[in-house]
């Protein structure tokens, strides 16, 4: 894959660079109380600027959310001949675990924000439910495709019910322990096999 240009490179720059701002304005002064103005202020550059990399000040506490989403299809979209579900799912946690997106995501300030800020702000938290439900009708719809003579829709919608609400609960609760990256990565891939062997079975945790 060739490197992305000057141009890409400035426009990564300045979306990150609103992130960045934005979660440390949510963190000292609250979500309610910054605007979009004061952000693209803080990262240099106009509010008309700001919404071309944004819809509102919601979207960045969510800004590596469709990135990850789409890693996750493409995955799918790309089974491997005679691959089981089992272990495309294994395959689409990691590549998810292991991509820029997820690093962006969970190894940023805005991650730390956002899990303080969602058990007190209905709206955020109703826009984390509503990505997370989108997602696993397109991920459920996708393995359909892919799965024609083994999955119908029920199935394909409960396991990928049962496999997001690990991935979730175990990246909040990482979150909140203040886990690294890596600790982060074996705990969510530890979390898929629990999903796939089933309760009465997990694997062993791995050694302290």
Do not use: C, N
């Not at 979306?15 to 934005?22: D, F, K, T, V």
């Not at 062997?197 to 694997?203: L, N, Q, W, Y």
């Amino acid at each position: 894959m060739s490197e992305p240009g000057l141009r890409e490179r400035k426009k990564q720059r300045t979306r990150r660079a609103l992130i960045e701002q934005a979660a440390r304005l949510f963190e000292e002064k609250g979500y309610d109380d910054t605007t979009v103005a004061e952000i693209a202020a803080a990262a240099d550059v106009s509010p008309r600027t700001f919404f071309g990399y944004f819809a509102g000040k919601e979207d960045v506490l969510f800004a590596d959310t469709a990135a990850r989403i789409r890693i996750a299809l493409d995955v799918v979209a790309d089974r491997r001949p005679g691959e089981p579900v089992d272990q495309l799912l294994l395959r689409v946690v990691g590549e998810m675990a292991s991509s820029q997106a997820f690093a962006a995501d969970f190894g940023g300030r805005a991650a730390a924000v956002r899990l303080h800020l969602l058990p007190s702000h209905p709206t955020l938290q109703a826009a984390a439910v509503r990505r997370l439900l989108d997602f696993q009708v397109e991920l459920a719809r996708a393995l359909v495709t892919v799965y024609p003579d083994e999955l119908d829709e029920s199935t394909a919608a409960a396991m990928v019910g049962a496999l997001l609400g690990a991935l979730v609960a175990t990246g909040m609760d990482g979150l909140r322990r203040g886990r690294d990256l890596v600790a982060l990565q074996s705990d969510l891939q530890r979390a898929t096999g629990i999903v796939l062997h089933g309760i009465a079975s997990p694997p062993p945790p791995p050694p302290r």
